[in-house]
């Protein structure tokens, strides 16, 4: 199921008070639910020494879901300077940082290995000779090319962007021993929203075969292997969620037919984001109008600028109206719109629910990850607030709803123009 029974359980009693106090729009978190697939994926994998967790920033660039992160041990996968900053600011440094960019600039370099440092995550050999310093220990991303199908979403290697070709792998770490660098790990990322784990654990056995033939040829030790991102979430009520058990009692397999043969294992390091926090936020969203022309639409307060995944993706999100049981409520044919000046401003199309009043309350299901964080501000629409529920139950605002002060923050400036007459 989407949003899980425990969650709802939680947050279903609340609910119209939690509005009513905050006003709608807004995302709700679950910490309750944060904490529990964080500790059963360190369960999975807690016989593989040294596994460790990289909360991907780019889902969910909270504070105080990133603490929550923090408190299970976890490090943070970062991409930016302003999501590097961010996991400095809550006290992680050093190997609890990953920065894995691409089409890196030198500032990003500069940032990364400053202010208590990072792992860094090389996207290509050209980016060598622009490195500021030489890190003891470094990690290159691993484009594999024709050798591996993508899955759906990600696509296929040959055309992604990323990482280092099989070709450049092995003289991308030569370059870096002879440049200085004494510690090594493995990177890559194939998958995106995978919820059949045989394409997680062929990355898993690819990468310690690939770290087989490196340390062969060079004479190294790969420290860890990191094998991404990517594990998938049901959306859709029939979805079948990933089998977390399956998927690690295959890796661990690997893990130990590795040990045995070498005598030793790289550690395992992950980045999820969207399996971490994806299904434990919903956005709350007010019924607001109800419009009968060629078809049915409800208008709620919410827009894309809360969450662009089915206007940009097409991507399915549950939608429940509080109250309203669908086994038991009359069922109408509706588009849930929300107010922006694009046909794709849709929640949800020709999806059959609960007939919609005015002021009812609907309940979008898994945006707890890449939901409030890819909003943008297009059409002037401003991104709403977010809010956890604490374990005992408290509501906290750990974002607050953005201003026009916001939205014209960018217009007040000093004017600079450059005369040419
Ligand atoms: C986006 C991203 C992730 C997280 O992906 P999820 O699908 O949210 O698990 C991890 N690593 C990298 C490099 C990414 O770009």
Redesign the pocket.
Known sequence: MPMSVDFKKRLLPALADIAAHFGTPFHIYDEAGIFETGLGLKHAFSEIAGFMEYF?V??LPNPSIMDIMQKMGFGF?C?SIPELVLSRQLGATDEKIIF?SNNTTDEDFKVALSDGGCILNLDDISLIPKLPEIPELICFRYNPGPRRTGNDIIGNPIEAKYGVSHDQILDAYRQMIALGSSRFGLHT?LA??ECNYTYIVETARMLLQLTEWLSDELDIRFEFINI????GIPYRPEDTPLDLAGMSSEIIAIYDAYRSKHGYAPKLFM?????MTGPHGVLVTKAINHKDIYRKYIGVDACMSALMRPGIYGAYHHIDVLGKDPASFPIEKVDVIGSLCENIDKFAVQRELPIIEPNDILIIHDTG??GHAMGFNYNAKLRPKELLLRQNGSVELIRREETMADYFATLNFEKKILNRQ
Do not use: F, Q, V
């Open positions: 991907a780019k889902a996968d991409s894995t990322m995106s929203n991404g991102g990517g594990l980045e999820s984001g969207r399996y990850a890449h």
